[in-house]
């Protein structure tokens, strides 16, 4: 079982600059994707950014250019502990959403498609 944990969030006005963060660690021999996903009031979860462990990035459109995913991994045969941020910068109002960070096995094969959820974290951009 991995626990994945997001803080960091907050209220900005537009323009402005925010990080937030996600930890996920547990017992584990699994391989991992880290991704960002937000969902505003009434709206469906939409995808923002997602990054591998070979450190390869993917964006949505509406968020290239503005934000920047990153990450760092430690693990051993047994235990993982995996770091994200999201670096969002010239944040606009349509911005404001929670978010949320997603883990998903990578290698599938060997660990079956898992995936776990933070609980979120909340972004407000005032206009």
């Known amino acids: 079982q991995v626990r994945v944990v997001e803080s960091g969030g907050g209220s900005v006005q537009a323009g402005g600059s925010l990080r937030i963060s996600c930890i996920a660690r547990?017992?584990?021999?699994?391989?991992?994707?880290m991704s960002w996903y937000r969902q505003a009031p009434g709206t469906e979860r939409e995808f923002v950014a997602t990054?591998?462990?070979?450190?390869?990035?993917?964006?949505?459109?509406?968020?290239k250019g503005r934000m920047t995913i990153s990450r760092d991994s430690a693990q051993n045969m047994v235990y993982v502990q995996m770091n994200m941020t999201l670096q969002m910068n010239s944040l606009i109002p349509e911005d404001t959403a929670m978010y949320y960070c997603?883990?998903?096995?990578?290698?599938?094969?060997?660990?079956?498609?898992?995936?776990?959820w933070g609980q979120g974290t909340q972004v407000t951009v005032s206009s």
């Open positions: 997603r883990i998903r096995t990578l290698n599938r094969r060997q660990c079956g498609d898992i995936t776990y």
């Open positions: 547990g017992y584990s021999n699994c391989q991992y994707e």
């Open positions: 990054i591998d462990n070979t450190a390869t990035t993917n964006y949505a459109d509406s968020v």
